[in-house]
């Protein structure tokens, strides 16, 4: 089903980006998905559930771990789940996936990039 369209719409980007050698030749091209989600809120759950619903993602599309980032803020420090299609297999997953249950915002022209 479209859900995880819904989730990537608002919790998810896309990243591209090169390295160039000094003969101006691009030597390594980095392209992937991430969605990363807060690990908990105020309202403090018994069970952790973004951590529930990052790992659902993360194997769904077949990749290896769910990161715990932790980000420094002006006046606080905010810790996150992340996952990144990083590997070929889990960007193919994707494709297909958005294939089927495509994005409508920007993100779908930078899906298409």
């Known amino acids: 089903n479209p859900w995880l369209t819904g989730f990537i719409e608002s919790d998810g980007n896309f ?3 090169f390295k160039v050698n000094s003969e101006g ?3 390594l091209i980095k392209a992937y998905m991430r969605i990363s989600q807060k690990q908990s809120y105020k309202s403090v759950l018994k069970d952790n559930l ?3 619903i990052m790992d659902k993602i993360r194997e769904f599309l077949d990749v290896k ?3 715990e980032i932790q980000r420094n803020r002006p006046n606080y420090i905010e ?8 590997k070929k297999s889990s960007c193919d997953i ?3 996936y958005l294939t089927n ?4 915002s920007s993100k779908h022209q930078d899906f298409l990039d």
């Open 15 to 17: 990243y591209c980006g």
């Open 25 to 27: 030749i691009a030597t």
């Open 50 to 52: 973004n951590f529930c």
């Open 65 to 67: 771990k769910v990161t």
């Open 79 to 86: 810790l996150v789940y992340e996952v990144r299609t990083t």
């Open 94 to 96: 994707l494709i297909n």
């Open 101 to 104: 249950f495509p994005l409508f």
